[in-house]
T-cell receptor, first 115, second 113 residues
Framework: DAGVIQSPRHEVTEMGQEVTLRCKPISGHNSLFWYRQTMMRGLELLIYFNNNVPIDDSGMPEDRFSAKMPNASFSTLKIQPSEPRDSAVYFC?????????????FGPGTRLTVT | AQSVAQPEDQVNVAEGNPLTVKCTYSVSGNPYLFWYVQYPNRGLQFLLKYITGDNLVKGSYGFEAEFNKSQTSFHLKKPSALVSDSALYFCAVRDVSNYQLIWGAGTKLIIKP
């Protein structure tokens, strides 16, 4: 299996622009997670999907952030409009099931820089 | 409140020596415990987990971790460190009733030749 695939790997954009990050989870996994990692705040869970349905989006910073999962093999995280404080590494992770004992598998991340 | 603590920001070990990266947790109910490693410019990679059973768990790359319920700890260990083990290590815990992983702040492990 190719693992979790994320694109793009790097994104540089200007403040105010729309940014869309993409994720393809591991085939057969039915839980998908979006995380953000910064030096200041560490690893933060933004949103969690189970069977393509958003379960908890309480970690989404504000209305500028939105996430979708139209099918089991694709998810997007959109920031509109982007701000410099959104600069971070964004990770997508998937797991086989919702159960507590299942580990998450992470993608390589998207490094976002907003100038 | 549920929490995970990694008390050391950085651990320095000479190559060939044993290493320990510490993790303590606080969670209601039985904990499910995980260790992940992050190499530079890479995503987090699963190392090992404790669900139930034997308190000593073996994982990838020769790492192991010992679950200690009385001390609420889950320290990561390796008998002989390699330079290639240098990375950022994260401990995480999940309550059996909660899907969400609670992450430690991470410990930077530096193995010197």
């Amino acid at each position: 299996d190719a693992g979790v695939i994320q694109s793009p790997r790097h994104e540089v954009t200007e403040m105010g622009q729309e940014v869309t990050l993409r994720c393809k989870p591991i085939s057969g996994h039915n839980s998908l997670f979006w995380y953000r990692q910064t030096m200041m705040r560490g690893l933060e869970l933004l949103i969690y999907f189970n069977n393509n349905v958003p379960i908890d989006d309480s970690g989404m910073p504000e209305d500028r952030f939105s996430a979708k999962m139209p099918n089991a093999s694709f998810s997007t995280l959109k920031i509109q409009p982007s701000e410099p404080r959104d600069s971070a590494v964004y990770f997508c992770a998937s797991s086989l099931a919702q159960g507590a004992g299942y580990e998450q598998y992470f993608g390589p991340g998207t490094r976002l820089t907003v100038t | 409140a549920q929490s995970v603590a990694q008390p050391e920001d950085q651990v320095n070990v000479a190559e060939g020596n044993p290493l320990t990266v510490k993790c303590t947790y606080s969670v209601s109910g039985n904990p499910y415990l995980f260790w992940y490693v992050q190499y530079p410019n890479r995503g987090l990679q699963f190392l090992l987990k404790y669900i139930t059973g034997d308190n000593l768990v073996k994982g990838s790359y020769g790492f192991e971790a010992e679950f200690n319920k009385s001390q609420t700890s889950f320290h990561l260990k390796k008998p002989s460190a390699l330079v290639s083990d240098s990375a950022l290590y994260f401990c995480a815990v999940r309550d059996v009733s909660n899907y969400q992983l609670i992450w430690g702040a991470g410990t930077k492990l530096i193995i010197k030749p």
